[in-house]
């Protein structure tokens, strides 16, 4: 039987399998109810289903008979609802009375809220919930010829019982049998292939459509075990990316000179934000994007009066976000988590689509340090880490996450990356992981005298995945395995590894130092270099960078 594990997200909902073959999980697309890939829309490879729903206003005698409560409970006739991106796809223009974007934040204080109608029959935040659930796992055996019978799912931390016991009645009513929870940062760390080995601090910033929510949680070996964590510090504030669109959208609409607020009109409004969103999208890793709409009332463009779209930039929109406060809040958040002499976490892990908006990934590494911050997949590393977790045999443990080397240069100018620690490695290793003999290169002709290595991380996605990497300047990239390998410098501001004394003559051939490089139980890379000539040791076992 397949381990599956749903991440119920307010804005987007992940579905994962545990692939046996692989023994890792997987994200379960779903054509139709996924997002849709546009053209080379980067973040088509999170494979997210949106948390909206679009009943059916009328169906056959089938979808009729199948509402009945009598056999609602144990058969799946009929179509109740569009789900995901089909129910999006239909709400466009305008939002009907039998669409609801979402249905999660009710389901803890007020499951019987009506959150959407179908001619005079309101439908609560509860009954709407089951029809995702319901819609969602119907075309999961239409798609993938498999009935969801036992299923882990993440919670929100400060979730109540009244919570879990809502979901597990509405997951009981679709037909699922066994239900398991699992904390939502527990299930982050997991994605991010944290151990719980002793006890270990880590902040968990969800940064997402409609808020910013941060937890610093202790973990341990019991506590993973069980899927719950023990919660520190929590802080939060109302921002997130729906919000940043309507930022967005205002900054258009004066550069265009609309007159009128652009929210008067719904019709054209709806449209507008989801340019917007599109926009901020691309941003997000081109450095310029046109706004393609123009609302009915904006000034005419007439030939040679410039281009008809308004063009905005990364830098403009970073501009905007610094304006408008969004990292003074964020960094405010930050700073209320860890007032009061609470301890500094030992890892960070992003979730949420709007830790890839510009600089937000800065604030954490300047804060915490690169080596302490995961957030190369926002979208499925909740999902990912629950889904691990309800396999039975796997087992939470560290390793580090991409490739790691060094840059080597010949005396004619070229240049090529060594590996020394591959991805995938678990620490700590023995201290010669990686030992060769190497001449140095002496690139200008002179004596060399100073020995220099500069160690980067080449960052990659894993096989079959796509992820997100931030370089040296802090520009988004994505990741996958066909595209190479992004390059971030870690000690380019000290990358001395020794004296050479004498130094090495440029027509001396000959292997000068033995190097090994190993890696501590900290994941720091530990250096031992000893010169060959003099038997000098110039390091031994000295940690030089800290790794991911």
Not at 452 to 470: I, P, T
Request: net charge neutral; charged share 25%; proline share 6%.
């Amino acid at each position: 039987m397949s381990h599956w594990a749903l991440d119920l997200g307010t804005t987007n909902s992940v579905l994962a399998r545990w692939d046996e073959e692989r023994l890792r999980p997987e994200i379960v697309k779903l054509k139709g109810l996924s997002r849709e890939v546009h053209g080379d829309d980067p973040l088509a490879t999170a494979a997210v289903v949106p948390s909206a729903v679009h009943l059916v206003e009328q169906g056959d005698l089938w979808t009729v008979l199948g509402r009945w409560p009598t056999f609602s409970d144990k058969l799946q006739w009929g179509r109740h609802a569009y789900i995901g991106e089909a129910a999006l796809a239909r709400n466009t223009s305008a939002s009907h009375p039998c669409f609801a974007r979402g249905f999660k934040r009710y389901l803890q204080h007020s499951a019987h809220e009506p959150v959407a109608r179908v001619g005079s029959r309101r439908f609560s935040a509860r009954e709407v919930g089951v029809t995702f659930l319901r819609e969602l796992f119907a075309e999961v055996e239409r798609q993938h010829g498999e009935r969801v019978r036992e299923l882990t799912v993440t919670a929100p931390v400060d979730a109540y019982e009244s919570y879990r016991a809502e979901v597990a009645r509405m997951l009981r009513k679709v037909g699922v049998r066994k239900v398991h929870f699992v904390d939502e940062p527990v299930a982050a760390a997991a994605g991010y292939g944290l151990a719980a080995k002793g006890r270990r601090k880590v902040l968990v910033v969800d940064f997402g459509g409609g808020t910013l929510d941060l937890a610093l949680v202790e973990l341990d070996a019991r506590s993973v075990g069980e899927g719950s964590c023990t919660v520190l510090a929590k802080a939060g504030r109302p921002l997130g990316g729906n919000l940043v669109d309507r930022w967005l959208l205002e900054l258009c609409a004066r550069r265009m000179e609309v007159r009128r607020p652009v929210d008067e009109d719904p019709f054209w409004y709806q449209l507008l934000l989801q340019e917007a969103c599109a926009l901020k999208e691309s941003l997000l890793f081109r450095e310029r994007e046109s706004f393609y709409l123009r609302p009915p009332d904006a000034p005419a463009w007439s030939p040679g009066a410039g281009d008809p779209f308004v063009t905005i930039s990364r830098a403009d929109l970073e501009q905007l976000l610094e304006e408008r406060g969004l990292y003074r809040a964020v960094r405010a958040c930050t700073d209320e988590l860890l007032a009061g002499g609470v301890p500094a976490p030992d890892d960070v892990v992003l979730v949420g689509g709007s830790t890839l908006l510009p600089g937000i990934f800065r604030i954490f590494e300047q804060r915490f340090g690169r080596d302490r911050v995961r957030g190369w997949k926002p979208f499925e590393a909740v999902g990912h880490g629950a889904c691990a977790l309800a396999a039975s045999d796997f087992e939470p443990a560290d390793f580090i996450v991409h490739d790691y080397g060094f840059e080597l240069h010949d005396a004619g100018g070229g240049s090529s990356f060594t590996v020394v620690v591959p991805a995938g490695t678990r620490f700590p290793t023995r201290p010669d992981l990686w030992s060769r003999s190497l001449v140095p290169t002496c690139a200008r002709g002179e004596p060399e005298r100073i020995f220099k290595l500069v160690v980067a991380e080449l960052g990659k996605a894993q096989e079959g995945e796509a992820s997100f990497g931030w370089d040296a300047g802090g520009a988004l990239h994505r990741l996958d395995q066909d595209a190479e390998r992004l390059v971030v410098p870690l000690n380019a501001s000290n990358p001395t590894l020794g004296t050479l004394d004498p130094p090495h003559r440029a027509s001396d051939r000959n292997a000068r130092l033995q190097i090994s490089f190993g890696v501590d139980e900290d994941r720091w890379l530990i250096a031992t270099v000893l010169d060959l000539q003099t038997g000098r040791a110039l390091m031994k076992g000295t940690p030089v960078v800290r790794l991911l």
